[in-house]
């Protein structure tokens, strides 16, 4: 197949291929059959003036595939996206390319999907209050990645930009969520906090979390930077996609060690709470802190194109 050959899918080709509960099943069939994220390649990063380039490659099943995506924090202010991706999708015994996808949709998807995953093994089957902390498309997309799983009662959106966050709950409303724009305070009571942001400190104290809530943290992804305070960290069960990336990625999980307030060791794998090997642990909180790996990416990208091809 020649380049000028290669099919080319949208974004509104992939989002409309793959529902939320169908990228929420995709990660958890990866977990439960031959994917180990311990064997992914580490992520790949590049210092640029604008920002960074990074590199994501991953193996397994019957395809191979990497993203290519930049990062530029000053994109928001012209009014364009902060984090872009390609995504190249190649035949896993051939090594040739069969697609290209939008990169920037299998974020939007595979992110909220595996906190999705995480939380189906967390969580009650009604939540009834959600605190989302970010008014970006992983905040959306949390929401709904949530709602595809469990019944949702009241969600809340905290940002920093009233406006945006105004938006964001309209634009849920209008999907049928009991939406509104809440505030930080709003963690006491909630079932389930997601932080998506870009935040480099802790967006709220720790100790306001219920013993039975469950947070899921994917917005920090260098070492120093975090979201959640180490009390918090210290307090709770803590899963991750891999160890050896939360040691490299994770800023929550790098400064609680640091902190002396966690030990890497007690940190429970995705793959074990997804297998049933571990659960977390009754009367205290649960976070779930994510980084993005490249896995997920090929676990989504592989159904969005069997589904488009045969579509």
């Known amino acids: 197949m020649t380049f000028s050959d290669l099919p080319i899918y949208t974004a ?49 099943g019957a395809y191979a595939g990497v993203k290519l995506a930049t990062v530029a924090p000053d994109n928001p202010a012209r009014g364009l996206p902060r984090i872009q991706a390609v995504y190249v999708l190649f035949d896993a015994a051939t090594l040739s390319p069969v697609a290209l996808l939008d990169g920037s949709a299998l974020t939007t998807l595979r992110t909220p999907a595996v906190s999705a995953a995480a939380a189906r093994h967390l969580t009650p089957e009604r939540l009834d209050r959600l605190v989302v902390f970010g008014t970006g498309p992983q905040g959306g997309g949390h929401v709904d990645a949530l709602g595809s799983i469990r019944e949702l009662g009241e969600v809340n959106i905290v940002g920093r930009d009233a406006t945006k966050a105004a938006a964001l709950a309209e634009r849920l409303v209008g999907k049928g969520f009991d939406a509104s724009v809440g505030t930080v305070d709003g963690v006491r009571e909630a079932d389930v906090i997601v932080c998506a942001t870009t935040a480099e400190t802790p967006l709220f104290d720790g100790a306001l979390v219920r013993e039975n809530a469950c947070v899921l943290a994917i917005g920090a992804h260098t070492p120093d930077h975090r979201e959640l305070d180490s009390g918090l960290m210290g307090r709770s069960t ?17 400064l609680a060690a640091a902190d002396g307030a966690l030990d890497i ?26 980084t993005g790996m490249s896995w997920q990416d090929l676990a989504v990208a592989s159904v969005a194109y069997e589904r488009l091809r045969s579509a």
């Open 238 to 254: 803590v899963v991750v996609e891999d160890h050896d990336t939360a040691l490299r990625e994770a800023g929550d999980v790098v």
């Open 265 to 290: 060791d007690d940190t429970v794998p995705l793959r074990d709470l997804v297998n049933g090997t571990s659960t977390r642990t009754s009367g205290r909180p649960a976070v779930f802190k994510g």
């Open 12 to 60: 509104d080709d992939v989002m409309g291929a793959v529902p939320y509960a169908a990228a929420v099943d995709a990660i958890e069939e990866a977990l439960r059959g031959s994917v180990d994220p311990a064997d992914d390649p580490a992520r790949s990063f590049v210092e640029i003036d604008a920002g960074q380039l990074l590199l994501m490659p991953s193996a397994g």
